[in-house]
DNA sequence: TCCTTTATGGTCATCTTGACCACAATTAAA
DNA sequence: TTTAATTGTGGTCAAGATGACCATAAAGGA
């Protein structure tokens, strides 16, 4: 249907940027583009806009194709529109940012094709360079379109608001309890560095369970290997 | 050229969200819709997006012809994408922000036709209230399309930066000295509430003077009626 | 001259932050 | 069964930031 674009019309397309911690890295949801432009090299899950839909409704169910779940964090990222950012033709992309907890993007995994994969971001810094979970490098070279650009935006965006929005919650497991140490390991991975657990244990308490976002259940875990930590949960909000 | 849009395509524009402080004020520079749809109503500058520029070269040109200046802030804010958004078809439009000194303004006025003018908006809380310079109050319902909603939107984004960025500066005059409390009264005009002015002072040589981003000049303002104040400028930075 | 106005510098108590330390509660190893 | 390693939890302490407030300086106007 788009295969080829009229050059005398722009068109919109929504990319959405699927982010998730897992095993203690920041891991960007990919798919590897079947055919040209750019066939074989990893993109981002995309789509052009419907007539009758805004960009955020294409997001939501480009996210509803790969997921059976609702209630996802969805957040428009920024609008990229270089002329040549396309060789189909003046193609404008508006970006989403999509948080997921590991089991929601596992499940995406499973759901997905052969042509859908996750790696691993490790953002020390600023250079963009995808580790593989299994052992795959990837470079910005590797990614069609300008969606290294995207995945750099939304790392950045993603750091700049963790630690003064609530954001960081939807990287956990949906209604579950969860304790301050996995909760600690988010914002590591995100912010790419260690946290003294003290503090960020007291910074959180204050900011989140002083303010009711937060409570704490009375069971506690059992599954690891030191002393068990207590289990908290995160109060949903009404709106 | 753009009265009768097609109703099986997406179009794209760009308005632009042109601040500044003036009077102790935030306003929003509008122009009166001359045709409908929205006729007569205010209205943010916009214009559709071109088939060989990016939409911030589209922002960049709808200033341009506005104001002989260059070197004008401009920050893309949001895009909005509401189906129903535009009467006459399916328009989604990028916006951005552009701060502008009081000068700046003043001349983009003077430039306009008489269809230009400017009001202040007065947003104490989230409501907004565009309160006329010239005593004309401004309701939601008198702006088109969804511009009210673009102009909250854009001074959200401001306060929520202002304390943490250099954008403040903007709102100054370009490459003159200032006094703190200019620099004061912008913060105030856009927070919308009183800062102390002892501790404003030093927040802000703390955080400007000390990284080398203003320094004080030799001379002293003598222009009002107490104590001369010291004056500043900005150090420009190359990027 | 005295009052008003604006600018500037300072105090002081409180809150926040970062770097540590001590101890508790569990599992793994010796 | 003792000992060590591991993870969680609470606390201290000094340095820095913040907010409320006061005192003084330097100008113009009455």
């Given amino acids: 249907m788009h295969e080829q674009l009229n050059t005398d019309q722009v068109y919109v397309t929504v990319d959405i940027l699927i982010l998730a911690v897992r095993e203690g890295r920041l891991q960007v949801l990919l798919s590897r583009r079947p055919s040209p432009p750019y066939a074989g090299l990893w993109a981002l899950p995309g789509r052009f806009v419907g007539l009758s839909e805004s960009t955020e ?14 209630g996802a964090y969805v957040e428009q990222l920024y609008t990229f529109s270089d002329v040549s950012r396309d060789p189909r ?3 404008i992309s508006v970006s989403y940012l999509v948080l997921l907890s590991p089991q929601q993007l596992q499940s995406a995994l499973a759901a997905g ?3 859908l994969r996750s790696f691993a971001a490790s953002c020390a810094g600023l250079s963009l360079a995808l580790d593989g979970g299994d052992g795959v490098i990837l470079g910005e070279g590797d990614l069609a379109f300008d969606h290294g650009r995207i995945i ?3 790392i950045l965006r993603l750091r700049g608001k963790i630690d003064y929005t609530d954001v960081g919650f939807h990287f956990l497991a949906d209604q579950q309890a969860f304790a301050l140490s996995e909760l600690q390991d988010v914002f590591e991975a995100v912010l790419g560095k260690p946290t003294d657990t003290s503090n960020f244990r007291r910074a959180v308490l204050a900011r989140y ?6 409570e704490q259940t009375e069971k506690a875990e059992k599954r690891r290997r030191g002393r068990p930590a207590a289990l908290y949960r995160v109060i949903p909000r009404d709106e």
């Fill in 152 to 154: 750099r935006t939304g």
């Fill in 209 to 214: 369970e002083a303010t009711g976002r937060i």
């Fill in 89 to 91: 033709g003046r193609v």
């Fill in 113 to 115: 094709s052969g042509r």
């Fill in 57 to 70: 409704a294409t997001a939501r169910s480009l996210l509803q194709e790969m997921l059976p779940l609702r």
